[in-house]
């Protein structure tokens, strides 16, 4: 009998031992066993079996063995051989008993499981238990356990058909929830549905498991092991022919799964049905908005911006050069002080980085640098556009500096040029052959914003994944060798920050206009809620009916909608007015201290376009058209951009406002009580805060004169800064700091 190895390391007799000190011990200690019954020790049990062998001759007879104590070795060895020969019986025994009653299959496991060590601690604990095993205790007991331990291995072994790898469980026992399972698995799955997760439509269909799965469940079981290399079936291949959308199947090793969409012909996203009216294909508006959508900065562009900013918040150059002085030469200060700007970041640079700052200094005049200045320099320009909340103060100190570099006095003094044009996306891809990309349906689709509002996740995670899709088809379609794909997706992905920017600001038009059509109607007023206006009263500069107001207020939010949607090109337009060499300027008292005047021809042409364009759609035009570019009211281009910048830090914390009154009362009971017994209740609320905005943001206040404010163009964005600077003192004020309100500045809103 072999001894288990997790055998109680204590002293345990040898039942097969030839030695004669063991057997001599063997034999004391039976005769102990029988004399004495009653006073066994801890080891008796398990040798009382073996005696009982001992003790039985070939006939079956007990002979006494006290006679048989005093017999030579030989004799010992005699016994020990029969009791083997009585143990080997045993046990064949108990083999063809169990193979009688259990199929041929389930032997085999039982057998192999036999040689575990479970099974020969189970062995060992019968024959310590001192009593011989009968027939009825092997189908009793034992098969009881062998069946249990046969589950258990049926069990792990579907569980390993299941999972891939080579992963060690633990057994466990089949319990009721298991056997749900398994009935629960064996039901009639869906046609068409994944038969892991039975609620999701298949798309690939494994050869070797023969069962079909849907993308996340196929990823997840055939992530690992042999699983991987299985051959696949991809059921969501559309493939065009002869102009035919039909659908096929190509098998795939699961190794280049990630591969698979290198085949543009099988992973070409479906096109948006683009609906344009005009004659200008959808193509040729894409291109022509591309023309002034910049580019988006990479790393190493954001690291010389960090220095250009550093450098302009030092620089006093607005304070030395926009004053009157008669000590000096106006240009001789110029140029000073455009040349210690540029020390600046040379030293700077060499901080940030020691060589390539040592390339700039070491036996080199500004002359020589002159592409970094350029390029450091049109960084700044091109990130202002795209992020109009950032480099406040810092912007104007560098246009106002380039706009000196340009004079022909200065720069010939200079003797090096700071201005380059702003590198858009247009001109990136012209310079590399591939303005083919803005002509393709999927442009759309790559270049969509994503919006979140009344979506639930997984709709919002396909339209991610479709988006991302078409980028990656794009990317591998126009990819050449002067245009790789990562510089198609820098250039897809600026397009689509021009995109985010129009919902942030030119959206907020559209739903204070929404407002506006849902609360009021022109042809009939609301008792408490007119929106008609009379000069002299409230601050008022303009006499309006309840009817004319309202279409005032519209055409005005309209208006800004249209200016808000071609900002980027008026910002190109005014970057051309300002940088021109031929347009000079004069430093003049426009009544808030001095002020650079300067003619807009661009900006000016564009403008007009844009108010014939929207006084067409409303049809009939309520006020005056005058719009005020290069005077006292709009001194240049850049105090244009920057007041028509303003607009959505205008309308967005009302809008704001008004979608967070309901959340915000919804959570304090006497918040309500106080929106009910004030303002008559939620609906109410909102109905006062845009009454009294409609009415008094647009009456031509702001000014002491009606050239100055009034119905003009600018006028109407000048009366709506004077009513945001009187907001503190309306009734409904508490219910904007409930909100979250902090100003209209911007800032932290």
């Given at each position: 009998m072999m001894q288990s190895e997790n055998a109680d390391p204590q002293p345990q007799p040898g039942y097969n031992s030839h030695t004669s000190e063991n057997a001599s011990d063997d034999t004391q200690s039976s005769t102990t066993a029988l004399t004495k019954p009653t006073e066994q020790p801890s080891i008796t049990p398990a040798l009382t079996g073996i005696d009982q062998y001992n003790d039985m001759d070939e006939t079956g007879d007990s002979v006494d063995n006290q006679n048989t104590g005093n017999n030579t070795e030989n004799q010992e060895e005699i016994n020990d051989a029969a009791a083997e020969r009585v143990l080997d019986n045993f046990i064949k025994e108990n083999t063809q008993e169990t193979s009688r009653e259990v199929p041929q299959g389930k032997l085999n496991e039982a057998k192999a499981e036999d040689t575990d060590s479970e099974g020969e601690e189970v062995e060992e604990e019968e024959l310590a238990s001192g009593v011989t095993p009968s027939y009825e205790q092997v189908n009793g007991a034992q098969m009881e356990e062998r069946m249990s331990l046969l589950k258990r291995k049926q069990r792990m072994d579907e569980i390993l058909r299941q999972e891939d790898g080579d992963s060690e469980f633990e057994d466990e026992q089949m319990t009721d929830v298991d056997q749900e399972d398994q009935e629960s698995a064996s039901a009639p799955i869906p046609e068409g549905l994944c038969v892991e997760c039975r609620d999701q439509e298949a798309s690939f269909s494994c050869e070797q498991c023969s069962e079909e799965f849907c993308e996340m469940c196929f990823a997840m079981i055939h992530r690992t092991g042999n699983r991987r290399n299985h051959k696949y079936k991809n059921l969501n291949v559309n493939m065009k022919t002869n102009g035919k959308v039909k659908t096929t199947a190509k098998i795939i090793s699961n190794d280049d799964m990630e591969t698979e969409e290198s085949t543009p012909e099988e992973d070409e996203p479906k096109p948006i049905n683009i609906i344009s009216s005009g004659n200008t294909s959808f193509g040729d508006w894409f291109e022509s908005r591309a023309k002034f959508i910049p580019l988006r900065l990479n790393m190493e562009e954001r690291k010389l911006l960090r220095l250009l900013e550093a450098a302009l918040n030092v620089s006093e150059y607005t304070d030395k050069i926009d004053i009157i002085s008669y000590n000096s030469s106006k240009t001789r200060r110029m140029v000073h002080q455009i040349k210690d700007l540029c020390s600046i970041l040379s030293g700077l640079m060499v901080a940030s980085d020691y060589k390539k700052g040592q390339e700039l200094i070491i036996n080199k005049s500004f002359e020589d640098n002159q592409e970094f200045f350029q390029r450091i320099f049109e960084i700044g320009r091109r990130h202002k556009i795209m992020n109009p909340e950032k480099m406040r103060d810092a912007y104007g100190k560098l246009m106002y500096m380039l706009m000196d570099s340009v004079i022909p006095d200065v720069?010939?003094?200079?003797?090096?040029?700071?201005?380059?044009?702003?590198?858009?996306?247009?001109?990136?891809?012209?310079?590399?052959?591939?303005?083919?990309?803005?002509?393709?349906?999927?442009?759309?689709?790559?270049?969509?914003?994503?919006?979140?509002?009344?979506?639930?996740?997984?709709?919002?995670?396909?339209?991610?994944?479709?988006?991302?899709?078409?980028?990656?088809?794009?990317?591998?379609?126009?990819?050449?060798?002067?245009?790789?794909?990562?510089?198609?997706?820098?250039?897809?992905?600026?397009?689509g920050d021009n995109h985010a920017y129009l919902r942030a600001n030119r959206d907020c038009c559209e739903r204070i206009s929404q407002y506006l059509q849902k609360y009021f109607n022109p042809n009939k007023i609301e008792k408490g809620y007119s929106l008609a206006i009379s000069s002299g009263r409230n601050g008022a500069r303009l006499s309006h009916s309840h009817e004319m107001q309202y279409l005032y207020a519209n055409q005005t939010l309209h208006l800004w909608r249209e200016i808000q949607h071609e900002m980027f090109m008026l910002w190109s337009l005014s970057d051309q007015d300002l940088l021109s060499d031929h347009n000079t300027y004069r430093l003049r008292d426009t009544g808030q201290g001095l002020n650079r005047v300067q003619m807009c021809p661009a900006v000016s042409k564009c403008m007009h376009s844009i108010l014939h364009r929207a006084q067409q759609k409303a049809g009939y035009w309520v006020g005056s058209s005058v719009i005020h570019l290069g005077d006292k009211n709009v001194p240049n281009a850049l105090m244009f951009i920057d007041k028509y910048n303003q607009v959505s830090r205008i309308l967005n914390p009302i809008l704001i406002c008004l979608e967070s009154i309901e959340p915000v009362i919804a959570k304090n009971t006497g918040l309500r009580s106080y929106v009910d017994n004030s303002f008559g209740g939620v609906d109410a609320l909102k109905k006062s805060i845009l009454a009294d905005f409609f009415k008094y943001a647009f009456d031509g206040s702001g000014a002491d004169n009606f050239f100055d404010a009034g119905s003009c163009i600018d006028g109407r964005l000048t009366s709506a800064w004077n009513w945001c600077s009187l907001i503190e003192k309306k009734s409904y004020f508490p219910i904007f700091l409930l909100t979250g309100f902090v100003g209209f500045d911007g800032d932290g809103f």
């Open positions: 720069q010939d003094m200079l003797s090096f040029s700071l201005v380059i044009p702003i590198k858009t996306v247009y001109s990136f891809l012209k310079e590399r052959d591939g303005l083919g990309l803005l002509h393709h349906d999927s442009m759309a689709e790559a270049t969509k914003e994503i919006i979140a509002d009344g979506k639930s996740r997984p709709q919002i995670n396909q339209e991610i994944r479709s988006k991302e899709r078409a980028i990656e088809w794009l990317s591998r379609k126009f990819a050449n060798d002067n245009l790789t794909q990562e510089e198609i997706k820098h250039c897809l992905y600026s397009i």
